[in-house]
């Protein structure tokens, strides 16, 4: 199904260990971003993507970093897992930057606990 | 600051009736707004895009207005059904176009 596919569902974490959610999309869209969702806080940008090879910070990039070597896939690293990094992730594209059009396409998103 | 907001309080309707949503936006002047809806667990779902040269925008039972005079858009949903229960989020560009301001969203619940 043409969409943004996130993995994993739901990680737990412990305190200093790192990972990388993956995301994938099939739809050829150039801009894509990654958001953390928390109870009162709303979306937060992280890090966001305008094409290949070129990232650039969002709201709260610290303890994350991000590549783009391919239209298709922007994973996201968490250098070293913090409780304050416990959240709901979303992967989300769209054709253009600001989703005129279409809107953003999201992923399911990635349920951290981190410990 | 660039700021967004949406009522907080859950909004709770019969069903049949017109669910009407509101986003204010202060400080600055989106060339366009975008409203989504997100099911508890799941990522935000596209609904509709209006631009600030646009009164109002339709789509099925979905209408948006955009008064660029009181800095707001309104949502509406005719005909609402227990289905339609979910959170909307509204959302504007930022002055670059390069990412979304977005609000925390508003609560509906469509009693059958």
């Known amino acids: 199904n043409a969409g943004v596919t996130q993995t994993p569902k739901f990680q737990v974490l412990k305190t200093g260990q790192s990972m990388t959610l993956q995301c994938a999309q099939d739809?050829?869209?150039?801009?894509m971003s990654w958001y953390r969702q928390d109870p009162g806080m709303g979306l937060r940008l992280i890090h966001y993507s305008v094409g290949a090879g070129i990232t650039d910070q969002g709201e709260v990039p610290n303890g994350y970093n991000v590549s783009r070597s391919t239209t298709e896939d922007f994973p996201l690293r968490l250098l070293s897992a913090a409780p304050s990094q416990t959240s709901v992730y979303f992967c989300?594209?769209?054709?253009?930057?600001?989703?005129?059009?279409?809107?953003?396409?999201f992923g399911s998103g990635t349920r951290l606990t981190v410990v | 600051s660039q700021k967004i907001e949406q009522n907080s309080e859950a909004l709770n309707i019969q069903e049949g009736k017109t669910a009407t949503l509101t986003c204010n936006y202060t400080?600055?002047?989106?060339?366009?707004l975008q409203w989504y809806r997100q099911d508890p667990g799941r990522g935000p779902v596209f609904l509709l895009l209006?631009?600030?040269n646009e009164k109002e925008k339709r789509k099925e039972r979905l209408k948006v207005t955009f008064d660029t005079t009181l800095k707001q858009s309104l949502f509406h949903i005719t005909a609402s059904q227990p289905a339609d229960s979910a959170t909307y989020l509204c959302?504007?560009?930022?002055?670059?176009?390069?990412?979304?301001?977005w609000g925390l969203g508003t609560s509906l619940a469509v009693n059958p």
């Open positions: 400080n600055y002047s989106p060339a366009y």
């Open positions: 959302a504007s560009n930022a002055g670059n176009n390069r990412k979304l301001i």
């Open positions: 209006i631009r600030e």
């Open positions: 989300a594209s769209s054709y253009n930057f600001g989703g005129l059009g279409d809107g953003y396409t």
């Open positions: 739809m050829n869209h150039e801009y």
